[in-house]
């Protein structure tokens, strides 16, 4: 069982930045951890995710949408799995949430996650 606790959501003005955070307990190696995103009255789409191989070395893979905006980075092992989002727009305003397969492969299909955080809105005004 892995227990995953999302924080860091908040509401900003477009073209800002916000540093979400998911804490894992306990870290298993290796393990996919993937940030996802849900707006209201649309499908939960995969943003980000890191699969991270051993204590020094990580893969990371961004959704088009975010590319070369969101970046997704780990801590201590996968202990903590952030993602660092700038230049914010309005249609990035969802629910946030983290989720973590023990595999050696990473997916940015919802289903094939097996562990999920509770989730942290971020709300981007125009």
């Known amino acids: 069982q892995v227990r995953l606790v999302e924080s860091g959501g908040a509401s900003v003005q477009a073209g800002g930045s916000l540093r979400l955070s998911c804490r894992t307990s306990?870290?298993?190696?290796?393990?996919?951890v993937a940030w996802f995103r849900q707006a209201p009255g649309k499908e939960r789409e995969g943003v980000a995710h890191?699969?991270?191989?051993?204590?020094?070395?990580?893969?990371?893979y961004y959704a088009d949408s975010v590319k070369g905006r969101f970046t997704i980075s780990q801590h201590n092992a996968g202990n903590t799995v952030d993602l660092q989002m700038n230049s914010l727009k309005p249609e990035d305003t969802a629910m946030y949430y983290c989720a973590a397969r023990p595999q050696n492969s990473c997916s940015m299909i919802v289903g094939s996650y097996n562990y999920w955080g509770q989730g942290t809105q971020v709300t981007v005004s125009a």
């Open positions: 890191i699969y991270i191989a051993d204590t020094v070395t990580d893969y990371r």
């Open positions: 306990p870290i298993y190696i290796p393990i996919c």
